[in-house]
């Protein structure tokens, strides 16, 4: 599997292996003498994985209590704490070992110890894999808010391995999978049959290639980047109306679903294209019912931080059955839902 490029102001290499061998390669970008990983309790039996190949550093193993709950100002002081307690310094390096909420925590302790140390990031669950774990965004969540405080901070390296996916619980797997059919629309490398099949490190590399090619374009969200959004204006409507009941890839399976609806509607398109965007959309079987009134959602978009005064940049999907990024009012996105 060729490695990808993330093009970046600092350029890194994402590897994607199905088995540990290539690991040793990357090694050589943890630059100290310490190396802390950072892992949830789900994970953590991972830990003496990497750490077989570390002998010659001296470890700290740094495990937090799993969920999104804990990617939090608490875990994150901790974090800091623990570091400063070994004696870090800024050549040493954080490798985070776990799905996005350890992965989002992690970078954000590394890019904000001493301004700054080393950091490997090593996703666990199919969505860091195909998302989170590339594109520099570290956050925590905040009493206001999920992800209201981060960072742009690009890691040194990213290691993807889908040997880790075996012990990934089917609910996750298909949260991962929302994200996945996300990218068949930002890019016709990801064909139905892709979709229909494994994640396998070929598939997995075609999603993380989109996203290096949108990052390197746009690294800090100022307009390309925004296509990564497809989906999410409504999901992250419908996630926090359930109360994070429901989990992000969820929703963003839902979201997607309705913005094929507002799309066809919007572009004016015929039934033969909504047939095929629904095939990939409902080709893992997700439930695409939304349980919450226009209304509901609406309110919840105009509290969105990604809103500006007066509407969104929402991405619909053309013609070619590709995302597009269309400036909307709030009155446009209430009339396209109906
Ligand atoms: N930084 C970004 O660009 C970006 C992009 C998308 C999502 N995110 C963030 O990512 C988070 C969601 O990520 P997630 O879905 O990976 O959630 P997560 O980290 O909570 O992982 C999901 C669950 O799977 C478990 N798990 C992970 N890998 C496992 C494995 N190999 N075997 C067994 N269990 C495993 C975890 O312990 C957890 O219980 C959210 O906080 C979201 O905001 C960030
Ligand atoms: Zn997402």
Redesign the pocket.
């Known amino acids: 599997m060729p490695d990808i490029i993330v093009r970046t102001h600092k350029s890194y290499t994402v590897q994607v292996q199905q088995d540990m061998g290539a690991f040793p390669t990357v090694l050589p970008l943890l630059k100290g003498p310490n190396v802390a990983i950072v892992c ?4 953590a039996p ?1 830990f003496d994985v990497l750490a077989a190949y570390l002998g010659e550093k001296t470890l700290t193993k740094i495990v937090i209590p ?3 709950a804990h ?1 939090n100002a608490t875990e994150y002081l901790s974090i800091l704490n623990t570091l400063a307690a070994a004696h870090f310094t800024r050549d040493d390096a954080v490798i985070s070992l ?7 925590l992690a ?1 954000f302790a590394a890019s904000t110890y001493m301004r700054g140390i080393g950091l490997l990031a090593v ?6 894999m195909v ?9 925590i ?1 905040i009493e206001y808010g ?2 209201l405080c ?1 960072t742009f901070y690009q890691p040194d390296g990213v290691y993807v391995n889908t040997a ?6 089917r609910r ?1 797997q298909m ?2 999978w929302g ?1 996945i059919i996300k990218y068949a629309f930002l890019s016709h490398t990801i064909t139905l049959a892709d979709l229909e099949g494994d994640a396998t490190p070929t598939l997995i590399a075609k999603c993380i290639a989109i996203k290096a090619r949108l990052v390197a374009e746009d690294e800090t969200e100022k307009g390309k980047r925004k296509l ?1 959004n497809l989906g999410h204006t409504i999901g992250h409507a419908i996630e926090r109306l359930s109360g994070f009941a429901l ?3 969820e929703c963003v399976a839902k979201g997607l679903a309705a913005v094929v609806g507002m799309s066809r509607r919007y572009y004016g398109l015929d039934e033969e294209w909504y047939r095929r965007a629904m095939a990939i959309v409902s080709c893992k079987g997700h439930d695409l019912t939304c349980p919450y009134g226009i209304e509901e959602i609406m309110a919840q978009l105009t509290a969105d931080k990604k809103s500006h005064q007066g509407g969104v940049d929402m991405v619909l999907i053309d013609a070619d059955l590709q995302g597009r990024i269309v400036p909307l009012s709030y009155d446009e996105i209430r009339n396209l839902m109906l």
């Open positions: 949830d309790d789900n994970v991972y799993a969920g999104e990617k776990g799905g996005g909420v350890v992965g989002d970078a996703p666990t669950s199919l969505l860091a998302d989170s774990a590339v594109g520099g965004k570290t956050a969540n999920k992800n981060g880790f996916l075996v012990t990934l619980p996750e949260c991962g994200e990564l989990s992000h890839g």
